[in-house]
């Protein structure tokens, strides 16, 4: 039905969760109900979309792995390259790896098939395609993680994504 974005005691984005999580969370008393769509789950208790819990949760420092579908998101479905925006994109290594460029963050990017062929075994200034952005690794787990879902539209989040 519908995801709830769920806060630490400090409002900082924790993660996602279904909403019968959510109002588990609510009813123990675990949590705190901070926004809701308007819907009702039962008379008297509306469905929640951002929830906050009651006591801080420490959150584990977790590393971000380099897979395609994360390079995608991190490049936000655009060619680095040209700009285009399109969901079969491939993925370029800047260095390439037959001349000593590594599997890295900073080393590799989202391309469309037509700049990576153009591009092929050269580097960007080789090839005269300068990037649009300069590739890094995301920042936190648990943003990187939240941004992949708050394309929902789910815009009773922005205010606490932001920064995050």
Same mark, same amino acid.
């Given at each position: #039905?519908?995801?709830?974005?769920? !806060? %630490? ?10 909403? /019968?999580? $959510?109002?588990?969370?609510?009813? +123990? ?10 819907? #009702?789950?039962? %008379? ?8 906050? !819990? /009651? ?6 420092? +977790? ?11 991190? &490049? ?7 700009? &285009? ?13 037959? /001349?000593?460029?590594? @599997? ?6 989202? $391309?469309?098939? +037509?700049? %990576?062929?153009?591009?092929? @075994?050269?580097? =960007?200034?080789? $090839?005269? #395609? =300068?990037?649009?952005?300069? =590739?890094? /690794? ?19 989040? &922005?205010?606490? !994504?932001?920064? $995050?």
């Amino acid at each position: #039905m519908s995801k709830v974005l769920v !806060l %630490n005691a400090s409002y900082e984005p924790l993660n996602i969760t279904s909403w /019968r999580r $959510a109002v588990v969370l609510l009813i +123990k008393g675990k949590a705190e109900q901070i926004e809701h769509n308007g819907k #009702m789950v039962s %008379n008297d208790f509306p469905l929640p979309t951002v929830i906050r !819990l /009651r006591s801080y949760v420490k959150i584990p420092y +977790k590393e971000i792995s380099l897979s395609r579908r994360n390079v995608l998101h991190r &490049d936000e479905y655009t060619c680095q390259y040209c700009g &285009d925006r399109r969901h079969d994109l491939t993925i370029d290594h800047i260095v390439p790896r037959s /001349r000593g460029g590594k @599997d890295a963050w900073d080393n590799v990017v989202a $391309a469309c098939l +037509k700049c %990576n062929v153009k591009k092929g @075994d050269r580097t =960007p200034r080789e $090839a005269y #395609m =300068p990037l649009l952005s300069v =590739p890094r /690794r995301p920042a936190s787990h648990v943003s990187f993680e939240i941004s992949k879902h708050s394309l929902s539209g789910q815009t009773a989040w &922005d205010k606490y !994504l932001i920064g $995050a």
